[in-house]
């Protein structure tokens, strides 16, 4: 009988190494900060806290599209270019 491996088997695979790596990264960070003194430990945790705030903060923003449209107006007086260019222009107003 012939073995074949599906997508679904490989992304399976490949998840399987991510969390193996994972796994063995924070082992790694967590024998190297045992070694470290209490205030350094401390200073590790909030680099810790600043990354993850960091982290959401890129996560939570979505790109705003409410602009579309926005120079319809001045389709008739100014070309795509002209326009781009007009637009810098009133965004450093």
Avoid: N
Wanted: charged letters at 45%; proline letters at 1%; a positive charge.
């Amino acid at each position: 009988m012939e073995s074949r491996v599906t997508a679904e088997d490989k992304e399976s695979q490949k998840s399987r190494k991510i969390a193996k790596c994972e796994v063995e990264v924070m082992a790694g960070i967590d024998e190297m900060v045992k070694e470290l003194p209490f205030e350094l430990q401390r200073e590790v945790e909030h680099f810790v806290q600043s990354l993850l705030e960091k982290h959401k903060r890129k996560r939570g923003r979505k790109l705003r599209q409410d602009w579309a449209g926005a120079l319809r107006d001045y389709r008739d007086q100014y070309t795509s270019m002209e326009l781009q260019k007009k637009a810098l222009e009133w965004r450093s107003e």
